[in-house]
């Protein structure tokens, strides 16, 4: 996470932090281009992983609403599983990546469900014969304020955001560690550091995701997985 942190690029304060683009700086402050705001979370992750692991056969990735990794993904060879709640979203992702040339298959399931993220694991198993890299994206938010926010939606938050991604992440360990290398990258939010108000619970969600991250880390990186 540190690593990370320090190859990140820095967002210009110009810019409304929500934007679903950022723009990315050279260290003298000049613009050097405009990016997905996920994109630029996962470049430097896909930078030091392909130094490390270059050869990556898949890349599987949840909820996919949005497809600026996928197609970077497609680009530099992988193939993918697109795995979303909505069969439709899952199903329109990948012809996206179909049509620019890519490989990939739709897998509709729910992640905070055991059954499902088996299943989906076992489609990539079955399609590609491995799994390399997890990217876990699957999110949801509450814009509310504690006092009035109900309890369906704080069932809710959890079970996709803390339970789908403990419940991905140790189905694919599973499958990595007989192969002795494996990828997992788990996407956080700026709500957490910037304790944001009105998000108390999707920021506490995000909270308990980097701790779980940083705990399998020290259990997986014995097998290889990082």
Not at 68 to 78: I, K, L, V
Not at 170 to 199: C, D, Q, S, Y
Request: charged residues 25%.
């Amino acid at each position: 996470l540190t690593r990370v942190a320090h190859l990140a690029p820095e967002i210009n304060p110009d810019e409304p932090i929500l934007e679903d683009s950022i723009t990315v700086l050279a260290p003298d402050g000049t613009e050097l281009r405009r990016t997905s705001m996920v994109w630029a979370v996962l470049e430097p992750l896909v930078a030091v992983h392909r130094q490390i692991y270059p050869k990556a056969d898949l890349t599987l990735l949840q909820k996919a609403y949005d497809v600026a990794e996928q197609r970077h993904a497609d680009q530099e060879g992988a193939r993918i599983v697109v795995s979303d709640l909505s069969e439709h979203s899952a199903e329109e992702t990948s012809r996206h990546i179909k049509d620019a040339g890519g490989e990939a298959i739709s897998v509709q399931g729910d992640v905070s469900r055991g059954a499902d993220a088996e299943g989906m694991v076992k489609a990539a198993v079955d399609t590609y014969g491995r799994l390399d890299v997890l990217i876990n994206n699957a999110g949801t938010a509450s814009m509310n304020l504690a006092l009035t926010t109900p309890m369906t939606t704080v069932d809710s938050v959890l079970d996709t955001n803390v339970k789908g991604t403990f419940l991905f992440c140790r189905e694919a360990a599973r499958l990595m560690i007989r192969k002795g290398h494996g990828r997992i990258v788990n996407l956080v939010t700026v709500a957490t550091p910037f304790k944001l108000e009105g998000e108390a619970i999707y920021a506490a969600s995000k909270a308990a995701v980097i701790s779980l991250t940083q705990i399998l880390a020290k259990e997986f990186g014995h097998f290889g997985i990082t």
